[in-house]
């Protein structure tokens, strides 16, 4: 697996509507048809995201997709269109590469993935490219739309270029290359996307990036529903806040354990260090930190530096005039998250009789804590999480990054009709009319497989 490059396939385009939809949209568009198409899917995590502080995660690749047709061309010029009216075209040089850090535009993420492959290989002479996005995941609904954008535009540009890279540089590099446009997120969305096989979600482990195939129960299906509350996580700075509140909590925690604080900059670190098991770390974390929220001189004073060393040498820029942090309350929650993560996984191994209700007790919980403790849910999720449960779900909670986006629901299988037909009426068909339709999704998913470059038979 840690070798493997992605996937080719030959495929007939003529026998699949949405490529042939796409070679006829290219052709129409440039004039010329696509000399090839890749693929890199979306994704939901089960139990929550936590790769930012080093641990491991659970998520699976769903069947909804980034699709690019693509053709190389002999000039330096990159064309980009989308199939989605909504996002303009965008040309630019191959070989001047400019992201906006202030406005997460989509060509932005395309650019993302081309720079990311570029840098790596030290190339100033990119050839150009014609390329047309075709995407069919809910976008800003935390199924990671824009990652699987960024890791296409890197295997894009990886085959226009003739090179290899095995599937795990490949994520590597594309979380590396996704913070050109300012999220400081971990590497869960790409290696996913990457490392995805057909009927199986993925632990992820990091440092190094490896995965682990988790055989999900027969009798369950993975349900997603949108609460079409969207959230940009490049465009806001909560998620970035969360990053920096654990960032300080774990240099916090070293400090306390008289650790060299300085050069930690994740909680998986201290308890690395510690060489302790995460319920010792969530034992440590009441001792250490207080639960009332920290201030940026309290902070200071805790670790014998000025505000100025903590602005310019610890915080990111989009957090240096956040004023209060809660650091004892998302420690508790990344550490309890990570031990869920491991017990998701002991009991799928162990498969008891009673694992869909032991798993969907661990999703519930996962809910409360981010709920609670981490606070990245939001009034629809809250609703949206309680109805599924209402009728059916054995687990259900937030995924994505949180503040809007969707929940994962865990159902059985023979609930799943009544399941859907009753969410849809409780949520989405509001006498208020509140909820703009081309937002509203609610679909079952299965296990899908990673990025592939599709060559036409």
Not at 198 to 210: H, M, N, V, Y
Not at 386 to 407: E, N
Request: aromatic letters at 8%.
């Amino acid at each position: 697996m840690a070798t493997e490059s992605p996937a080719t396939r030959r495929v007939q385009v003529a026998e699949h509507p949405r490529l042939l939809k796409l070679k006829e949209m290219f052709n129409s568009k440039f004039g010329s048809i696509p000399k090839f198409y890749v693929r890199a899917p979306g994704r939901v995590n089960i139990i929550e995201h936590i790769d930012y502080c080093g641990y491991s995660v659970l998520p699976m690749a769903v069947e909804q997709d980034v699709l690019i047709a693509v053709e190389p061309v002999k000039t330096y010029a990159l064309q980009l269109a989308n199939t989605n009216p909504l996002y303009p075209d965008f040309s630019t040089s191959a070989n001047n590469i400019q992201i906006d850090k202030t406005k997460p535009l989509w060509h932005n993420y395309f650019l993302c993935g081309l720079k990311g492959i570029q840098e790596h290989f030290g190339l100033s002479n990119l050839t150009g490219m014609n390329c047309l996005v075709d995407g069919n995941i809910p976008p800003s609904s935390g199924l990671s739309s824009s990652s699987a954008l960024v890791c296409c535009a890197g295997l894009v540009t990886l085959t226009v270029l003739g090179r290899n890279l095995s599937k795990v540089e490949l994520a590597e590099i594309c979380a590396k290359s996704e913070r050109y446009i300012g999220t400081e997120g971990g590497g869960m969305d790409q290696s996913i996307s990457f490392l995805a096989e057909e009927g199986t979600a993925k632990l992820i482990e990091f440092s190094p990036l490896r995965a682990t195939d988790v055989k999900l129960p027969s009798g369950a299906v993975f349900v997603i529903a949108n609460s079409c509350v969207e959230m940009n996580k490049a465009a806001t700075s909560h998620f970035n806040i969360r990053v920096m509140e654990c960032r300080l909590a774990a240099k916090l925690l070293a400090k306390y354990k008289s650790l060299q604080w300085d050069k930690v900059l994740r909680l998986e670190e201290v308890q690395a260090k510690l060489g302790i098991s995460l319920e010792e770390m969530l034992l440590v974390t009441e001792d250490a930190l207080h639960p009332e929220p920290y201030n940026p001189e309290e902070i200071c004073r805790c670790l014998g530096i000025s505000l100025e060393e903590l602005r310019t040498q610890i915080l990111s820029p989009n957090t240096q005039d956040v004023l209060i942090f809660k650091l004892y309350q998302r420690a508790k929650h990344v550490y309890s998250e990570a031990a869920r993560v491991l017990q998701f996984k002991k009991i799928c191994e162990e498969a008891p009789e009673n694992m869909v209700q032991l798993l969907g007790e661990l999703m519930n919980q996962s809910h409360m804590s981010c709920r609670d403790m981490y606070e990245c849910s939001c009034p629809e999720l809250d609703q949206l999480v309680d109805i599924c449960r209402k009728f059916g779900a054995q687990g259900s909670r937030l995924t994505g990054a949180g503040w809007g986006g969707c929940t994962v629901s865990m159902v059985p299988a023979d609930k799943l009709p009544s399941f859907l037909a009753n969410v849809h009426k409780a949520y989405y068909q509001r006498s208020d009319g509140s909820l703009a339709p081309e937002k509203q999704s609610l679909f079952a998913t299965k296990p899908g497989g990673g990025a592939l470059v599709l060559l036409e038979a």
